[in-house]
T-cell receptor, first 115, second 114 residues
């Protein structure tokens, strides 16, 4: 089954404690992306990756890091989480970013609370 | 930058009723995605439209893109409680850049009362 998986699904942590949210896709997609969803602000892109070792900033990259060492994995790293990073996070992937018409698959989401 | 406005923001209907959700873009749409989200959960892909005048259907849900490619509508026929959730429209980027970021509307919250 084609899918994007994220772990953990729920996480409560404290300010400053480094954490990683993993994302994995089984569709051999080149393009992967992270979004955060906040009430009243909708979905905003954090980082994206065109392929292995190719990443770039989205709209709200501050406080986040990513890496793309393997095609299937795209972890989101919060080196020093702060309460304003409390949000619902989604990982997404798609096959061919330059060829429009491809479905973007989204993961189930990770609800992060930073106290 | 491209903006998407969805209307209505929320909608309560009786089971069995038809309903329409609209998505209007400030710029020409090069690809319009419809997703459904259960509260606090992931986005489920419904349909994608690309051509002006295009219409697609899946079960009781029909989506259309107008000829000018600036407005899309999602129509649900004979709504059921399983249709309840948040419906989001997302626009594909209108340039040939490397970032395939979808720009989303704020969503329409649909409640279907039995």
């Amino acid at each position: 089954e084609a899918q994007v998986t994220q772990n953990p699904r729920y996480l409560i942590t404290v300010t400053g404690k480094k954490l990683t949210v993993t994302c994995s896709q089984n569709m051999n997609h080149e393009y992967m992306s992270w979004y955060r969803q906040d009430p009243g602000l909708g979905l905003r892109q954090i980082y994206y990756s065109m392929n292995v070792e190719v990443t770039d900033k989205g709209d709200v990259p501050e406080g986040y890091k990513v890496s793309r060492k393997e095609k299937r994995n795209f972890p989101l790293i919060l080196e020093s989480p702060s309460p304003n990073q409390t949000s619902l996070y989604f990982c997404a992937s798609t096959a061919a970013p330059k060829l429009r018409g491809y479905e973007q698959y989204f993961g189930p989401g990770t609800r992060l609370t930073v106290t | 930058s491209q903006e998407l406005e969805q209307s209505p923001q929320s909608l309560i209907v009786q089971e069995g009723k038809n309903l329409t959700i609209n998505c209007t873009s400030s710029k020409t749409l090069y690809g319009l995605y419809w997703y459904k989200q259960k509260y606090g959960e992931g986005l489920i892909f419904l349909m994608m439209l690309q051509k002006g005048g295009e219409e697609k259907s899946h079960e009781k849900i029909t989506a259309k893109l107008d000829e000018k490619k600036q407005q899309s509508s999602l129509h649900i026929t004979a709504s059921q409680p399983s249709h309840a959730g948040i419906y989001l429209c997302g626009a594909a980027p209108n340039s040939g850049g490397s970032n395939y970021k979808l720009t989303f509307g704020k969503g329409t919250l649909l409640t279907v009362n039995p």
